[in-house]
């Protein structure tokens, strides 16, 4: 297999109660790259990620992870090498340190190794100041940037994610978005990351992958499904808008100027901050 393939489906299948939930001829995920699978309610997004992580065995086809099935013997030993991050955080009933330093322990790590990795991570993701405090005390994102630290902790090469940031506040989304972009960009991570908020597939993803029906409709960069989609049923789904990439280039009392790809716009001060973020025009905007 292609070393730069870190996981594969080939010809994978999964069929319960006498319905094909999935059916995937090829698709491939390359080392580094973060993938987001998108579509609608139902069309396979979660049944993919528990392939991809052995916790769904297909009904036909090969699932390799690093060049070796996940049908064999060291499935186990295989998924130590994956860690999964859901909507709801699923912490311990513990402190922040002790979730962050769970799959450590597990990993039998020494407790001398295991101390500054747990700092290293929680000062990732800014939670270094909660570490003593009990996870049923966290907020939301805050709960979701501990999930965030306890995964990454263990060194995972694919980290999956479904829907991980679905409950958050669309501030609080898009701050944990490009954070944590930045740093599976740094640690050379491969990522595939279920959504269905465009925002967070520009955000986050180098590729967008569009699920129906359990089959791929279309696969590309998040522009190009945007620009080109291959279908209605994309189109609909990516939103007749588009979305820009802007500047804050001046500041006058209420307003902003933003500077674009396609020119500047006047824009309310409350609607960005400073730096760059994204402008989503819808139609007829
Ligand atoms: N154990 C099962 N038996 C029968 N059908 C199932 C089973 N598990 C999931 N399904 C069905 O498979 C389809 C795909 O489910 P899946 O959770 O993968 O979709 P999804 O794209 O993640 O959806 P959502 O966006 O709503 O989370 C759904 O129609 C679901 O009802």
Redesign the pocket.
């Known amino acids: 297999m292609n070393p730069e393939i870190c996981a594969a489906l080939e010809k994978v299948e999964v069929v319960?109660?006498r319905?094909s939930?999935?059916q995937i001829d090829k698709l491939h995920f390359r080392d580094g790259e973060i993938t987001a699978i998108i579509?609608?309610?139902?069309?396979?997004?979660?049944?993919?990620?528990?392939v991809l992580h052995g916790l769904e065995k297909p009904t036909a086809g090969t699932v390799c992870f690093r060049g070796q099935s996940l049908g064999g013997r060291d499935l186990l030993a295989l998924r130590r090498q994956m860690a999964m991050v859901f909507q709801s955080p699923c912490l311990f009933q513990t402190t922040v340190y002790e979730n962050i330093a769970a799959g450590l322990r597990i990993r039998k790590f020494r407790r001398s190794e295991i101390d500054p990795i747990v700092r290293r991570w929680a000062a990732r993701f800014g939670v270094e100041p909660l570490l003593e405090r009990q996870a049923r005390h966290l907020s939301g994102g805050e709960a979701q940037r501990v999930a965030l630290a306890r995964a990454l902790a263990c060194g995972p090469e694919l980290f999956l994610l479904?829907?991980p940031f679905a409950s958050l506040d669309p501030p609080t989304r898009e701050a944990l978005c490009r954070e944590l972009r930045a740093v599976i960009k740094e640690e050379g991570i491969t990522a595939v990351v279920?959504t269905?908020v465009m925002e967070e597939v520009f955000l986050l993803a180098d590729r967008a992958v569009m699920?129906s029906a359990?089959r791929v409709v279309q696969d590309g960069t998040p522009e190009e499904l945007l620009a080109r989609p291959a279908n209605s049923e994309v189109a609909d789904f990516v939103g007749k808008r588009r979305i820009l990439l802007g500047r804050v280039v001046a500041r006058t009392g209420e307003m902003v100027e933003v500077a674009t790809p396609e020119g500047r716009f006047r824009l309310p001060a409350a609607a960005g901050g400073e730096g760059t973020f994204l402008l989503c025009l819808r139609e007829g905007e």
Do not use: F, I, M, Y
């Open positions: 319960k109660s319905r939930l999935l579509g609608p309610n139902g069309a396979g997004k979660s049944t993919l990620l528990k479904d829907e279920v269905h699920l359990g």
